[in-house]
Nanobody, 114 residues
Framework: QVQLVESGGGLVQAGGSLRLSCAAS????????MGWYRQAPGKQRELVAT???????NYVDSVKGRFTISRDDAKNTMYLQMNSLAPEDTAVYYC????????WGQGTQVTVSS
């Protein structure tokens, strides 16, 4: 059974940084794509960033230049480095990985205070 476990969320002031991690229970080389979604209260879930098996990346416009998605195959872990955080980045962040279908982590809360 594939498990994804996020960590690294927390409370940070505007302008600060956080790094989220998503650790997988299997080799992440098996996943076609991995990525991060977020969901703010009262809003729909939003795709934030993706990274493919050959490390092609994609970002939603609102985080370009501030967030960086990466992966460490040796550690079976994907990361989301978030810099210059703003209150509108406040959300629960979910990692996902696609192997035949999308697998999801449990989410980690990111709160950015103004």
């Amino acid at each position: 059974q594939v498990q994804l476990v996020e960590s690294g969320g927390g409370l940070v002031q505007a302008g600060g940084s956080l790094r989220l991690s998503c650790a997988a229970s299997i080799s992440i080389r098996r996943f076609d794509t991995m990525g991060w979604y977020r969901q703010a209260p009262g809003k729909q879930r939003e795709l934030v960033a993706t990274i493919t098996n050959d490390e092609r990346t994609n970002y939603v416009d609102s985080v370009k230049g501030r967030f960086t998605i990466s992966r460490d195959d040796a550690k079976n872990t994907m990361y989301l480095q978030m810099n210059s955080l703003a209150p509108e980045d406040t959300a629960v962040y979910y990692c996902y990985a696609r192997l035949y279908y999308d697998r999801w982590g449990q989410g980690t809360q990111v709160t950015v205070s103004s």
